[in-house]
């Protein structure tokens, strides 16, 4: 059971893994499998370079319809493309929160006004965006968020912080959830505002991970300006908007991870099989285990492009639980197969080797995006119809 | 479910004869419907989600796969429009007292006798063997060892020197049963494909069987699911209906993701069956593994969201958690078949 591509879709796959092969053994080499998770804070410029590369090759927001730019290529293509990224070790995409998140919230609440003002340098990958939506007391609960937006003359002047905002650091822009409206039910009084980070009223310190880098920052707004018109959805209308763009947030990229896990995977019954440990029954249990994980990983994606439009489906509802437990569980495999070597560094002060900089940045993956509680909340009340825990 | 037959005939005549379940997958040139692999899947689910007791399970997954993988014309010509139609329940002979899965674990020996054979064991844990017409025999001749020599053998139910007995089991909606082959007598024509090649036949047919059954598996967990979750959503404790609890909520959301990942497991695995693809011993195994751990997973946790009344006779969800035990042994436990996987991955 594979994806069933058509002629074109087929034609479709060949040019883009001979444009992505030309580039990544050419011009752009060097940045074959940089700037991953746990390293996403290395070779920035370049990879601002890259995003632009394929804006002006028109492999940037391939999903979008085509009249924002982009190609209208269906879920399936997406999936190809993705997939076909990861073979080609392309580098961690700098622009993915303007083209998988912010990109498709404009274009489903934005006025045309701001459709014709962001979404053109989206696609080029001339604008870096970073989601501003996480502070101290609103993680899970994000209806809490606290920073302040006041309307003065033409401008919003924004007070407040936001934290866990990855990319923060290089990002032009930000799509920032603001209170507008103090005395409203929580829900009721927020607006999502779009704020440029190049300004005197916002400060951005980035916060080192566990892993020793810095893919993400607390970012301080101490009078930071926004355009009045720059509210998407209308103002009070921010938590919807937000709902919207966590909904985005899933399908096509799937595909493409999987490739991702399956290299890891390899590498890890490689170790497996070097050290010896592949001959232990406990450790062959465990890596059949994986195996078999990684196998319906694929099934499930399949079966989820399949079901494509219809909303809500069981397998886009398990998705991030099912990949994030996985991954976690493989990165203590990879250490446990290690054994005491596993401690051992590439270097001084602290040099992590890949394999250490994917275990420790696997316990990042089920808490962000919705952690695995949350995910588990969304099952049980909108796949099961359990009733809604008391707020 | 409660007599030693262990299925109502009625229910059997109604499922083969109206309904044709059991021509589903026999092709058309002997009275069956020449569905596919796929086509069994959801049939298999709802038997699982009703926890059918019938030889079902024995009869297709086993016995009229051993036949159409290796049948010679005559014996299918014999055979298969009895399956088929209801009238012959067949299953597979492999298991013994040693519990082993593989090869060594077939002791019983066969030896020429004439122009036919003779066979002499003791045969254990043979799915629906006391009632079953048609028994398939996995016998070795003396002094062979592994896989080596091992040979399958068609015998009648009540061919003689063949003593059965059902095997009172802990889950009452499957039957086992021990058989005796005391020096039987069977012709030339009982060969079931070539001799001493058996046990490729016999893991083929079995990896078809476990297949099926972890599409049964599949539906029975997901019954676990929807009455945990009907449950949760009537029961009130605190003046709330305990799924708005998270510790209720999140132990069905686990089930849910298991539940649909056994589907898929499951469903690739049809697919290969369907297609005769590469890969079948793997996803067979794979399938099996994951679905037997889903299937208990489930069960236990029914009992556990139900709380007392799930403890009780009263209540159904005992006869899942049993059903899932024998389940998760019944050919090759998810350790055996995790093992499987890890030789396939050249581990």
Known sequence: ?391 | METERGYDPATWAQLSEELAWTALTIPEEYGGLGMSYLDLHPLMEEIGRALLCAPFLSTIGLGANALLLSGSEAQKERHLPGIAAGATRATLAFAEKNKRMDAVGVEAIYARNGSGYMLRGDKSYVLDGHTADLLIVAARPEGSTGAEGVSLFLVPGDAEGVKRAWLPSMDQTRRLASVELRDVIVSDEALLGDEGRGWGLCERTLDLARIALAAEQVGAAEMCLEMSVEYAKVRKQFDRPIGSFQSIKHMCADMLMLVESARSAAFYASALATQDGDGLEEAAASAKAYCSDTFFHCAAETIQIHGGIGFTWEHPAHLYFKRAKAAENLFGDPAFHRERVAKQMGL
């Open chain 1, 1 to 391: 059971m594979e994806i069933q591509l058509s002629k074109e879709e087929e034609a479709f796959r060949q040019e883009a893994r001979a444009w992505l092969q030309e580039q990544l053994n050419g011009p752009f080499e060097d940045l074959q499998g940089r700037g991953a998770s746990g390293d996403q804070d290395t070779y920035v410029e370049e990879r601002v370079a890259w995003g632009k590369a394929m804006g002006a090759a028109g492999w940037n927001c391939i999903g979008w319809p085509k009249e924002f730019g982009g190609r209208a290529c269906s879920i399936k293509e997406e999936a190809v493309f993705n997939e076909e990224y990861v073979r080609a070790n392309g580098p961690g995409n700098v622009g993915h929160i303007g083209e998988t998140l912010l990109g498709p919230t404009l274009i489903h609440f934005g006025s045309p006004e701001q459709q014709e003002r962001f979404l053109p340098p989206i696609v080029s990958g001339e604008e870096i965006w970073c989601q501003g939506y996480s502070e101290p007391g609103a993680g899970s609960d994000l209806a809490n968020v606290q920073t302040k937006a006041t309307l003065v003359g033409d401008e919003w002047i924004i007070e407040g912080q936001k934290i866990w905002t990855s990319g923060a650091q290089y990002s032009d822009w930000c799509f920032v959830l603001c209170r507008t409206d103090a005395d409203a039910p929580k829900h009721r009084g927020i607006s999502c505002i779009l704020v440029p980070m190049k300004q005197d009223g916002i400060d951005v310190r980035p916060i080192k991970q566990m892993g020793g880098s810095s893919e993400f920052a607390e970012v301080f707004f101490d009078g930071a300006k926004a355009q009045k018109d720059h509210v998407v959805g209308g103002i009070n209308n921010g938590w919807k908007v937000a709902m919207g763009t966590l909904a985005f947030e899933r399908g096509a990229s799937t595909l493409g991870q999987q490739y991702l896990f399956q290299k890891e995977f390899e590498q890890v019954v490689a170790v497996a099989k070097e050290s010896g440990a592949a001959k232990d029954p406990i450790f062959r249990q465990r890596i059949a285990h994986a195996a078999i994980g990684l196998k319906i990983m694929r099934v499930n994606a399949l079966r989820m492009l399949e079901h494509e439009g219809a909303d809500l489906n069981r397998e886009a509802l398990i998705s991030k639980l099912y990949w994030s437990n996985w991954h976690r569980d493989l990165g203590k495999l990879a250490m446990d197969l290690l054994g005491p070597e596993a401690e051992l560094l590439d270097g001084a002060p602290y040099e992590l080797t890949a394999m250490q900089k994917w275990y420790l940045f696997s316990r990042a993956d089920t808490i962000y995006a919705g952690s695995n509680q949350i995910q588990r909340n969304i099952i049980g009340e909108r796949g099961l119809g359990l009733p809604k825990e008391p707020r």
